[in-house]
Nanobody, 126 residues
Framework: QVQLVESGGGLVQAGVSLRLSCAASGRTFSSYAIGWFRQAPGKEREFVAAISRSGGSTYYADSVKGRFTISRDNDRNTVYLQMNSLKPEDTAVYSC???????????????????WGQGTQVTVSS
């Protein structure tokens, strides 16, 4: 079992940067692909970014490509989401999720993830 805890959210102005962290418990963190998702009020949860077990493969939603960067440190059991040039439409609760996998793939569908964190609020004012 994996427990995930997000941190790093906050209230910021448009154009600035934030870095979210997703800290995981357990000894087998490197066996999990990780995804970041977000949910704005009144909207469905949507995919943001994903990273493979090794960190060698990443994938981004079109809405964040070129602005957000996902990375991981398996020694620290942590995945990061660096968010630059934030926009008001990035306002949402951001959650990380973990999927156990034998393959070095990333995953974009929320339904395939096994474990979820509670989320951290990101609010971007204009």
């Amino acid at each position: 079992q994996v427990q995930l805890v997000e941190s790093g959210g906050g209230l910021v102005q448009a154009g600035v940067s934030l870095r979210l962290s997703c800290a995981a418990s357990g000894r087998t963190f490197s066996s999990y692909a990780i995804g970041w998702f977000r949910q704005a009020p009144g909207k469905e949860r949507e995919f943001v970014a994903a990273i493979s077990r090794s960190g060698g493969s990443t994938y981004y939603a079109d809405s964040v490509k070129g602005r957000f960067t996902i990375s991981r440190d398996n020694d620290r059991n942590t995945v990061y989401l660096q968010m630059n040039s934030l926009k008001p439409e990035d306002t949402a609760v951001y959650s990380c999720a973990a999927k156990f996998t034998l393959f070095n793939n990333y995953y974009t569908r929320r339904e395939v993830y096994d474990y979820w964190g509670q989320g951290t609020q990101v609010t971007v004012s204009s």
